[in-house]
């Protein structure tokens, strides 16, 4: 097991660009990551895409998970790379930045204390409320709420994880925004207790 500090801790062959790496992350084998946040502890197991997204803290990434997975111009005669990475073709053609710009503009925001499971897909423009679940192979197209449990292609609703009155109090309580020691000093309620019983404690 990796030793986290504060800062990041990358495996060989991820790639990288114009990204943010909180404290306590980890970015495993072969992952990419663009344009996007990555929030304090949370880690993405191997290879996986990441791109245009903002992702809290504590979020659980399972292994070929993409995030932000881009689309082609469908809505043209060509929807080819051709059309966009064009210097890759010809000498004398640029790329298309305009195209690039849009794709980057399509954020995916993705909460606190969420878990992705294996080779999930979540879509350009889709909002991951705090502590949901995306089953494994899930292929996430629209909105999915805080504490909600979703699977399937398109991803469903399966159940809530919590009630809806636990899932509020779990995010006024916000204990991802935590300090490390607060964290540490909490451990073991946060392996011994029930969602209920830890608010009944350390709500103020």
Not at 5 to 10: A, D, F, L
Not at 40 to 60: L, P, Q
Request: net charge neutral.
């Amino acid at each position: 097991m990796t030793k986290l500090s504060e800062t990041p801790v990358i495996e060989d062959g991820c790639l990288i660009e114009n990204s943010t790496l909180g404290r306590y992350t980890e970015v495993q084998t072969g992952t990419m990551i663009l344009n996007s946040t990555l929030g304090d502890y949370s880690y993405a197991i191997r290879f996986c895409d990441i791109a245009n997204a903002t992702i809290g803290k504590f979020v659980n990434i399972a292994s070929y998970v993409r995030v932000g997975a881009t689309d082609h111009p469908m809505h043209l005669a060509s929807q080819h790379h051709m059309l966009y990475r064009s210097a890759s073709y010809w000498d004398d053609a640029e790329n298309w930045t305009d195209f690039f710009e849009r794709r980057r503009a399509r954020r995916t925001v993705v909460g606190h204390d969420v878990w992705i499971g294996h080779m999930a897909m979540v879509k350009p423009e889709v909002s991951v409320g705090h502590g949901a679940v995306i089953g494994a192979g899930a292929v996430v197209t629209k909105d999915v709420a805080p504490y909600a449990i979703v699977a399937g292609n398109p991803a469903r609703k399966i159940r809530d994880r919590h009630p809806p009155a636990i899932a509020e109090r779990l995010m006024a309580l916000a204990w991802w925004d935590w300090d490390h020691a607060r964290l540490r000093t909490a451990l073991q309620d946060f392996r011994q207790l029930g969602a209920e019983a830890f608010l009944d404690r350390y709500e103020a």
